[in-house]
């Protein structure tokens, strides 16, 4: 087992195991205090060397949609957090998901400024 870089260090003292379910049925409401829980949750116990890799579809599918700031900074430092690559190296389907909606959020506010643009010619 190698050792991976650290771009975050937070203390957090583990007190329980980590229910899966309960964090996926959070990220999964409609609170968006609720998410954010979850969310820093989810941070604090992979920077501690659990594997939620079952948790990704649920970021993907309800954080990432959300307009909240705070949930957008949360997103950003779990992207930071979670592995990315299989153990074999190779980049995890998910990810190319992820990046395509990134993409597709980049072009789709490149166009909203552009007919702004045009609107105000």
Known sequence: MTDKPCTILIHYEKGEPPNVNELRTQLESGSIEDKIIAMKRTILLLLNGEKLPQLLMSVIRFIIPTRDHALKK?????????????????????????????IYIYIYIFFLLLANYFLLI
């Open 74 to 102: 949360l997103t950003l430092i779990y992207w930071e957090v979670v592995e990315k690559k299989s153990p074999d190296g190779k980049l995890l389907p998910e990810m190319i998901l992820v990046w395509l909606v990134f």
